[in-house]
């Protein structure tokens, strides 16, 4: 489920979708914006730029009516819902609260990659994963060790009326906790990264 523009772009990406057996009948043309392009400049093995095109804004009512009226047969045939928030429009406070209720009534999980400050938005989905800046801001408050990340996770739990949190570290790993409590930390293990 997802939205694209009227224009060559979009209509490349519903048919690379479809070439892999993806169902792109959820994915909802918006006349009024473009679908979002992304182009990177790269000198060797180092992104030196990256330029946008895209338009931000909240999607248009009748829009989020069709996509809301749409979800809970979708997610009814799903194994999970994952709400990846880009903060590009998509995903108004309106429609996280659509998807995660129809989640929830069938009782399937929802994942969700956070944006924004307002993690009360996500509330009653089962994990967010923010990585440790997106939870920083979402909290109000530096974490500079795994103790601080620990308190974090629970917090976010909390706020959000989450069953697990998991916070990515870069280079640290990640952390991983359950509302009951129960936690973990997952160290990395070095790669040879090209690009990421």
Not at 118 to 128: C, E, K, N, S
């Amino acid at each position: 489920v997802g939205v694209v523009g009227p224009d060559r772009r979009g209509e490349r990406l519903r048919a690379q979708l479809e070439n892999i057996g993806a169902d792109v009948t959820g994915c909802a043309v918006d006349p009024t914006r473009p679908t979002i392009e992304k182009t990177r400049l790269i000198s060797g093995a180092t992104q030196m730029l990256r330029v946008d095109w895209e338009k931000k804004l909240p999607i248009e009512d009748a829009l989020a009516e069709r996509i809301l009226a749409d979800l809970p047969g979708r997610v009814a045939r799903a194994r999970a819902v994952v709400l990846s928030d880009y903060g590009k429009g998509l995903l108004t406070r309106r429609l996280l609260a659509g998807a995660i209720s129809a989640a929830r009534s069938a009782g399937v999980p929802v994942l969700v990659d956070p944006k924004g400050q307002d993690y009360t938005i996500y509330r009653g989905a089962t994990l967010v994963t923010p990585n440790r800046k997106e939870a920083e801001e979402a909290l109000g408050r530096k974490l500079p060790d795994l103790s601080a990340v620990t308190g974090a996770a629970r917090d976010l739990i909390e706020l959000a009326g989450l069953e697990a949190a998991v916070i990515t570290l870069g280079a640290e790993g990640m952390l991983h906790m359950s509302r009951g409590g129960e936690s973990g930390h997952v160290p990395t293990v070095a790669r040879a990264v090209f690009d990421v």
